[in-house]
């Protein structure tokens, strides 16, 4: 007994030994199996700082670690790396910095920035009849107003402050400017009620966002600004705004008796909102009379609606009707205006507009019919109100926002078919060129101010499908403006797609909206994601909390409807689990190969590489 206990503590070191090879074997192995797990999932975070995230390279990619079924032409659309995602929302959150503190520092208070000369820019004194620049800019620090929502949503709450402070220490509508009633609703009243109602959120969905002493500031500018503008109104047979009015004279401006479907038909929900909360339906009144005053002058053939009325007569001057510049954000805003106040009336009137587009407007196939014998690709044209022949051959950058109301609505699947269209024409010029000609497959306006639609558009069917495919081309969207835009200070207009020079201004729906729809396309967790059905966007990007309260004033036109009962949430709100029939497999392209090459062959485009 005693020999056998001798030799187990003689043993014993050599035990202790081999169980800790073994151990340090399994430790090595369980390394090893993290490593691999790791990188080969895209769960591996890297994170990026502004500086070294413009220098990131794109890593190469193995075709085998992808299903078999993908062909090389796919891989292009592969799945997105949670790397990737974090690389391109700080890339997107740089690039709104990029032109906002360059902004501040070098045009602040005077409302844009100009990029190359690193100088501000207000109207044009010298040239009243300039109305590309006077439409928008009134001496009332346009870019700062249009940034406000972004910087809450970015999360900068500190920054958000100091610039409400700075908006009420510095901005006065008492400015001998004339400006378009439609523009300075949307940038810079939207702005002012947003930004009130995010500082007023009970819920502080954003944070605490109050700036000491706060008491309401932004609403009595709202009204203030609002008040200038309802002159526009004075002196009209048929009740539609003059397009322009004069802030110092708080008069219209009498150059023109015409105005565009969407410049009076677009009024309604910031006018809307703003009765709500002054408890005075002066605003809204008016806004909505426009509106009907634009569909009940619709054509009796077709239902459509046209693009320029005489604001005396009630009849139109220009009977083609599209998608784009002119009657776009019309559609939008009737949709959106039962979203957020909840009349039926809204949405039965959307929904016969839509089938009118879709019945008279759409050219082509139907969505996601692939056949080589049956007509072209589909896309929606410009015709005739009355007729609904197509009246001209082109389309414009407007118009790719029309995605974004589908997705909206419900419609994912044309959603998904219509923004094919301009991806492919974006992969054809490196940008969405102003006007394009699809007969002689040229761009004939070939200005690219950087617009928002197109992004918003991928932003919204990201959104509803989660398919990578749309990050993908927010990554395209990104690079390429990094690419052909960016200068010292800022992001530059390009001047012509096809050679890319550069204007030297910098929009502010740049800040407002496109780099807002590029970061909420990469930040899946911020707010407005997580609590997508109780916000949604302007026609200028700013965001609306929806909630009953919008929804106690009726509808000025309905008597005694409740409107307060109506889901926030409408019964055909479109996520990703009620999509029937739609395809959301990870590994899939949205739209067939098959499908997206017959939109490159119709719009002439053959890429050199996948």
Known sequence: HTAQEESFVMNQPIRQMKLNLVFLFFHILLTICLFVFQNTNGTHKKYFTASNVLQETEKTVDKNSYPQNYSASDLKYRPFPNSEVEKYKLLSKEM?????????????????????????????????????????????????????????????????????????DTVSFNQNATVQVFEASIRVLGALLSSHLLIEDTDKDFGDLRPRGYNGELLILSQQLADKLLPAF????????????????????????????????????????????????????????????????????????????????????????????????????????????????????????YANVMKYLKRGRPCQIWKSDIEWTPFFANVDMNSGKVINTWVDALSASFPALQVLSGDVREAVCSHAFYYTLWRKYGMLPERYDWKS???????????????????????????????????????????????????????????????????????????????????????????SERYIFSTEGHIYKVTKTMRENVHLSEKNPSNTDIPIKPDNYTRLDQCSGLSIKEFQLPITREGLGQIEAFIKYSPSTP
Request: proline residues 4%.
């Open 96 to 168: 709104f910095y990029h032109g906002y503190d360059n902004y501040m520092r070098y045009a602040f208070p005077l409302d844009e920035l100009n990029p190359v000369e690193c100088t501000g820019r207000g109207p044009d004194t010298n040239n009243p009849n300039n109305i590309n620049i006077n439409d928008v800019l009134g001496n009332y620090s346009l870019t700062l107003l249009d940034s406000l929502d972004m910087l809450a949503i970015l999360g900068n709450n500190s920054e958000f402050k100091d610039a409400i402070n700075r908006v009420i």
């Open 234 to 353: 004075d002196n009209t047979f048929s009740g539609l705004p003059h397009p322009r009015v004069n802030l110092n004279g708080s008069k219209p401006v009498y150059r023109v008796n015409t105005t565009c479907a969407a410049g009076a038909g677009t009024l309604l929900i910031e006018f809307g909102i703003l009765s709500r909360l002054l408890g005075d339906v002066t605003y809204e009144r008016l806004a909505r009379k426009a509106m009907e005053i634009i569909l009940a002058s619709k054509s009796q053939a077709t239902g459509l609606v046209g693009n320029t009325i005489d604001i005396q007569s009630g009849l139109w001057t220009d009977q083609m009707t599209g998608l784009g510049a002119g009657i776009d954000s019309l559609y939008e805003y009737i949709f959106k205006s039962y979203i957020l106040f909840g009349s039926r009336k809204d949405l039965r009137t959307f929904t016969e507009q």
């Open 441 to 531: 497959a040229t761009p004939t306006v070939p200005f690219s101010p950087l617009r928002p639609e197109f992004a918003e558009s991928t932003y919204m069917l990201y959104q509803a499908t989660q398919n990578p495919f749309y990050l993908h081309v927010g990554k395209d969207i990104i690079d390429n403006i990094q690419k052909f835009a960016r200068t010292r200070c800022g992001f530059a207009t390009i001047h012509n797609v096809l050679d890319k020079s550069i204007e030297d201004r910098m929009e502010s729906f740049f800040l407002s909206e496109t780099t807002k729809y590029l970061y909420l396309l990469f930040d899946k967790d911020n707010v407005v994601n997580q609590k």
